[in-house]
């Protein structure tokens, strides 16, 4: 089933193509048009269309210069291409597929193949997407899951470097949950998690901001682009929310209700040389700091590459 209207661009520099493609798609997706191969590489990166149709000859570069710039960027190289061609030799056909191209489509069109190829191209986009979506996500807790924070903390400290900005750590863990589970059972043990991780996501809601479950009770707040203070503020922020929950614990020696502790460490904007790693061990560190101190607690510290030598 296609869920949602999905966009295709179709790139011909005949009009009167775009036109035809129109009238038989328009009332089912959003078509985008481009004419010339230059313009397709814009429009497509700009709008990242679920599908893009493509005429191999056009008036500045050929459809195949278009779909090898498209297969060599990040951001469009997922998007199925299928070259509409009058052209009907087996070595064209051959060149696009062997680009990445999907499928081919000979000009004059039959509408009714068209139709039936697309909508088969779109449903395997969009179940794929849905698949790469339920790959990257907690099944208990639906925050992003342990693979998928490792994946996007690495970009983020690539771009970190790269661009001499700021990211902070946060590693926040449930005080005395073992005890909760013994005396509260499992299943209200999930119940926490649940809330635990709705209210982060709550309070860690800006659009770069990255909350993932880190392993069992611990979870984990990535700030791409943060201010020296904006990490400790946040921890303090959603340690007091949590303790706003006010959920009962009765076996939690500090509190009587469910609290965390919170480890945070923010990278230099110098772009001094750290690795992922050694950022996470300092928060880490900071994380257990915490739990010493009595738990219900932020400890927060700028990171120094020698404070792990
Ligand atoms: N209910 C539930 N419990 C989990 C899950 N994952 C991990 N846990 C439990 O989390 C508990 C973690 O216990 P510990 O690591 O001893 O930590 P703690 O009791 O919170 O102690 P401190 O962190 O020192 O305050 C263990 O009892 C795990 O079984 C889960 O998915 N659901």
């Known amino acids: 089933m296609i869920e949602k209207r999905a966009t295709i661009l179709v790139v011909d520099d005949e009009r009167i193509n775009i036109q035809i493609l129109n009238n038989a798609l328009g009332d089912q ?5 481009a004419m010339t191969g230059e313009r397709a590489i814009k429009v497509a990166s700009e709008s990242l269309p679920c599908l893009i149709l493509l005429d191999i000859v056009l008036p500045d570069i050929s459809g195949h210069d278009v779909c090898r710039a498209l297969k060599s960027n990040e951001l469009t190289q ?5 070259f509409i061609t009058a052209q009907s030799g087996a070595d064209d056909e051959l060149i696009g597929l062997e680009l990445g191209a999907s499928d081919y489509f000979r ?3 039959v509408l009714p ?17 849905e698949l790469e979506r339920l790959a990257w996500i907690d099944g208990l807790t639906g925050v992003s899951n342990r693979r998928r924070f490792d994946q996007l ?6 771009y970190a470097k790269r661009n001499k900005r700021r990211i902070s750590i946060l590693l926040l863990d449930i005080d005395f949950f073992k005890q909760y ?16 991780a709705r209210t982060i ?9 990255l909350v993932a479950r880190y392993g069992g009770e611990e979870f984990v707040i990535l700030l791409t682009d943060s201010s020296e203070s904006e990490g400790a503020m946040l921890a303090e922020k959603v340690r007091e929310k949590i303790e706003e929950l006010a959920i009962p614990h009765i076996k939690s020696t500090i509190h009587k209700a469910v609290t965390i502790s919170i480890g945070v460490t923010t990278s230099s904007d110098k772009g001094s040389a750290f690795d992922c790693r050694k950022l996470l061990e300092v928060a880490d560190r900071c994380l257990y700091e915490a739990k010493s101190m009595g738990r219900n607690t932020v400890v927060s510290t700028d990171f120094r590459p020698e404070m792990t030598e």
């Open 181 to 196: 589970n013994d005396h509260y059972g499992h299943v209200k043990g999930d119940e926490v998690l649940k809330k635990v």
């Open 201 to 209: 996501e709550q309070c860690a809601s800006r659009p770069l901001d």
């Open 153 to 158: 903390y690495f970009d983020a400290c690539k």
């Open 107 to 109: 000009k004059p069109f």
């Open 113 to 129: 193949l068209v139709k039936a190829r697309i909508r088969n191209q779109i449903e395997l986009v969009q179940k794929t997407a």
């Open 29 to 33: 997706y959003n078509i985008l048009a």
């Open 78 to 82: 997922h998007i199925p291409i299928i």
